[in-house]
């Protein structure tokens, strides 16, 4: 199986329940990061018409990725976190520096005026799949529970699924719009 195949599986289907293992007949194959990330980006453009690159940020705490509409115009902003594991998923996989979370939320507020997708690609025994939260449902989170951890762990579901993320992301290249803050929960 390739990487391409892998991801046109994931972005199909909300979750594969097939062990990576038992999908590839001669032997396990080594996804990494890198990869995924290239293989979803490919599928966003041919199948979805959306146009995701990479940028050089002015500084540290900014998303590496920009969603660009038709006009070249700046849509949102992806942060890419990837699991790839032969063990069974489990949340404290997606553990995330609290102090890196909140530049990025600082900076989405301050200088990005648009919304920071949060996009999981997770490669797992018992689970494959892409999720996603926003920076909106993040602070809401944080605010409401008063958060003060070191570690931040998403919570897997209350995240929305791959085709959740599509559809936003296609609503903001249509309408040019920002998302309401309750859009990308399942």
Same mark, same amino acid.
């Given at each position: 199986?390739?990487?391409?195949?892998?991801?046109? /599986?994931?972005?199909?289907?909300?979750?594969?329940?097939?062990? =990576? @293992?038992?999908?590839?007949?001669?032997?396990?194959? +080594?996804?990494?990061? +890198?990869?995924?990330? +290239?293989?979803?980006?490919?599928?966003?453009? /041919?199948?979805?018409?959306?146009?995701?690159?990479?940028?050089? !940020?002015? /500084? *540290?705490? #900014?998303?590496?990725?920009? =969603? =660009? %509409? %038709?006009?070249?115009?700046?849509? %949102? #902003?992806?942060? @890419?976190?990837?699991?790839?594991?032969?063990?069974?998923?489990? *949340?404290?996989?997606?553990?995330?520096?609290?102090?890196?979370?909140?530049?990025?939320?600082?900076?989405?507020?301050?200088?990005?005026?648009? !919304?920071?997708?949060?996009?999981?690609?997770?490669?797992? *025994?018992?689970? $494959?799949?892409?999720?996603?939260?926003?920076?909106?449902?993040?602070?809401?989170?944080?605010?409401?529970? %008063?958060?003060?951890?070191?570690?931040?762990?998403?919570?897997?579901?209350?995240? &929305?699924?791959?085709?959740?993320? @599509?559809?936003?992301?296609?609503?903001? $290249?249509?309408? &040019?719009?920002? @998302?309401?803050?309750?859009? &990308?929960?399942?």
């Amino acid at each position: 199986m390739t990487v391409n195949d892998l991801m046109a /599986s994931m972005c199909c289907a909300t979750r594969v329940q097939q062990s =990576l @293992f038992d999908i590839v007949d001669d032997g396990p194959v +080594e996804f990494n990061s +890198e990869n995924l990330i +290239e293989a979803f980006i490919r599928f966003c453009r /041919s199948q979805h018409k959306l146009n995701i690159i990479k940028w050089n !940020p002015p /500084s *540290e705490g #900014y998303p590496d990725y920009m =969603l =660009l %509409g %038709g006009d070249k115009g700046i849509l %949102g #902003y992806i942060l @890419f976190s990837c699991v790839v594991s032969d063990k069974a998923f489990s *949340e404290c996989m997606l553990n995330m520096n609290s102090h890196s979370v909140l530049r990025v939320l600082q900076k989405a507020d301050s200088h990005l005026d648009r !919304p920071v997708f949060y996009v999981y690609i997770i490669v797992c *025994e018992d689970i $494959k799949g892409i999720y996603f939260e926003t920076n909106e449902q993040i602070k809401d989170r944080w605010f409401q529970t %008063g958060f003060t951890d070191r570690v931040y762990t998403p919570i897997f579901l209350e995240m &929305g699924t791959v085709s959740n993320l @599509f559809e936003v992301m296609n609503d903001l $290249k249509k309408h &040019g719009v920002r @998302f309401s803050k309750n859009t &990308g929960q399942r």
